[in-house]
DNA sequence: ACTCATTCGTTTGCTACCTAACGATAATTG
DNA sequence: CAATTATCGTTAGGTAGCAAACGAATGAGT
């Protein structure tokens, strides 16, 4: 742990990636002893509130690269967490179902929703507004300078 | 790429992560044909500005783990681009300098600072000294609910 | 009906991150 | 001075992210 005086003069950006991994090792602590990532909790949340899905609606929707999702699904797989069927219509596409492994794991599995609010809770509307603005604007920026194809 | 209505309901966090995954994409595309990875570059970048240094302080620095830094530190080694010696006072740390190949590297990488300029210029001072503030309070926040040894 | 373009998911290969454990070395304690 | 604790860096094993390429299936255009 470094005193005050390292991060005093971190950039925005700096303390984006901070909280952002802040984040993710609070949900990755939490999650662990039931074996489970942050990512793999997002996607089984997403299927929890949404019902069988089209992996390439989910990958959207969580907004994560075919390949990163492919690997993720692989895994909750193997883990006996998710079913993964042709669907029917596209043989191109695969629906995604929670088992009644995954619904029992998911029944068990803490409230993750308080770490949100342990980490935003009692901050000013006015100032959350401003933040998301300011981490929007800037993630429009960059991506406008991304080549996209 | 969805349109504007997704996004809407994205939490802090969610910006957080979005933001945070941007800048990380638009630094990695414009190293790649550098064949330099984000963290492989920030280590250079510590190297030029604060001379060799012993790895952990470097470590501590750039607030890497000292795993993910040995990796990192193999990876550029076998690039050349660092050396890695014992330390003299002290056999269990290593010294870490930037070698002829790493220096050259160096000058011919693109400057990546515009990256930041890129996606906070023009922003008031006041909503940046107000993200930061926002962030600043959820990292440290984060990281009292983490079960730290 | 055929050709070409696009989509979907997987695979390969890589970077990055992290926990846990280990061995070697140094610091601390009694 | 010996025993214990702490530190440093690596290794093993895992999760997560991404680009590029591939094959199979579907859609678009003629």
Redesign the interface.
């Known amino acids: 742990?470094?005193d005050q005086s390292?991060?005093k003069n971190?950039?925005?950006?700096a303390?984006?990636?901070?909280?952002?991994f802040?984040?993710r090792?609070?949900m990755d602590?939490r999650l662990r002893p039931f074996d489970l990532g942050s990512t793999q909790w997002y996607v089984l949340w997403y299927l929890v509130n949404n019902g069988p899905s089209v992996q390439r609606d989910l990958g959207?929707a969580l907004?994560l690269e075919r390949a990163t999702l492919s690997g993720i699904i692989a895994t909750l797989v193997r883990k006996d967490l998710v079913a993964q069927t042709a669907d029917g219509d596209d043989q191109r596409q695969r629906l995604l179902t929670l088992t009644a492994t995954g619904e029992a794991l998911w029944r068990r599995l803490p409230d993750l929703s308080f770490?949100?609010d342990?980490?935003?809770g009692g901050?000013s509307e006015a100032?959350?507004a401003?933040?998301?603005?300011?981490?929007?604007?800037?993630?429009e920026?960059?991506?406008t300078?991304?080549?996209?194809d």
């Open positions: 742990m470094h390292d991060t971190l950039s925005v950006g303390w984006t990636k901070r909280c952002y802040a984040g090792a609070l602590e959207r907004e770490i949100h342990a980490a935003f901050i100032d959350l401003t933040t998301i603005r300011v981490l929007k604007s800037a993630t920026r960059l991506q300078l991304l080549r996209k």
